[in-house]
């Protein structure tokens, strides 16, 4: 089974095929990308920045990367994975390896998982793309220099640095959709994977910090423009977080870190033992 770097870029300033050579990316225009020492590349221009250093903190990578690498989130990556190599299988008469971009890789901890899943189905070629440096840079630096599993790069999902139409899979978890561009990039009969927080996702934790809940809205699938449903699945599990660290770290990981006030970081800080839900939806689409 061979899982190699996604090579189909394209050049964030006009949009043309780039072509790799001599560690640098390079459109028909003369505009250049080098890649880092540690094995990414920036593809994210600064008019395309809403700010100097857009995306998650250095910290708020860090935290993520512990919270992952404790297997807190293991069931949802064990069923992301099988999804999107179920797909794969299905898929496995084209020519071509069968492509995944992570629209929103943080430290690129579901692309990995989804390589360690590999079996024998056919050959694969994975992308991770984050608007935060710290993010990409974590994720380039876990990946085996001499045969990278990914193409890592700094890149905005409202311009997605990829040729149109040359994607077979597109995850977006828990981040931020932007489903034109997802539809650009997608092949006829690829799938877009989403994962959304349930209703009772990290609910214990929100309870604590929050000093009332708002009522949960029905939830109902909306088909985007372009696609048809293909599928959803529910993960449903509880996890304990011995120690303030781990409380910390996951609540550095989620929005709530600033929506919540002073006090009910406080009182999340001061915790040893919590006992949370983790719900989350794994929905599928199809491009058509």
């Given amino acids: ?24 990316w390079r459109c028909s225009d003369g505009h250049s990308f080098d890649i880092a020492k540690q094995g990414y590349v920036n593809l994210l221009p600064v008019q395309q920045k809403r700010s100097h250093d857009p995306g998650d903190s250095k910290a708020m990578v860090a935290a993520r990367q512990r919270f992952l690498d404790a297997g807190h989130y293991q069931p949802i990556a064990e069923a992301v994975s099988h999804a999107v190599l179920g797909h ?18 943080g430290e690129g ?18 992308m991770g793309l984050d608007i935060s440096k710290w993010a990409v840079l974590a994720a380039a630096k876990q990946d085996n220099k001499q045969a990278p599993l990914s193409s890592w790069v700094v890149g905005s999902n409202a311009h997605i640095p990829v040729q149109t139409e040359t994607l077979d899979s597109v995850l977006c978890m828990f981040g931020f959709p932007v ?14 994977l989403q994962v959304e927080a349930g209703p009772n996702h990290l609910r214990e934790l929100r309870e604590i910090i929050y000093p009332t809940l708002k009522a949960e809205r029905a939830s109902k699938t909306v088909v985007p423009d372009g696609f048809i449903h293909h599928g959803s699945e529910r993960v ?29 970081r406080d009182r999340a800080a001061a915790l040893e033992v919590l006992v949370v839900t983790v719900d989350v939806r794994i929905v599928m689409y199809m491009r058509i």
């Fill in 236 to 264: 449903s599990y509880s996890i304990a977080l011995n120690g303030s660290e781990e409380t910390a770290d996951l609540l550095a990981m989620t929005p709530h870190l600033y929506r919540a006030s002073p006090e009910g």
């Fill in 109 to 126: 901890y579901y692309l990995r998982q989804l390589a360690d899943a590999v079996t024998n189905t056919q050959p694969l070629s994975l």
């Fill in 88 to 105: 794969a299988e299905v898929q496995k008469a084209a020519s071509q390896p069968f492509s995944c971009l992570d629209a929103g890789c």
């Fill in 179 to 192: 489903l034109i561009e997802f539809a650009r990039v997608l092949k006829t009969g690829g799938v877009l």
């Fill in 1 to 24: 089974m061979s899982i190699t770097p996604f090579q189909a870029l394209a050049c964030p300033l006009d949009g043309k095929p780039l072509s790799w050579s001599d560690n640098v």
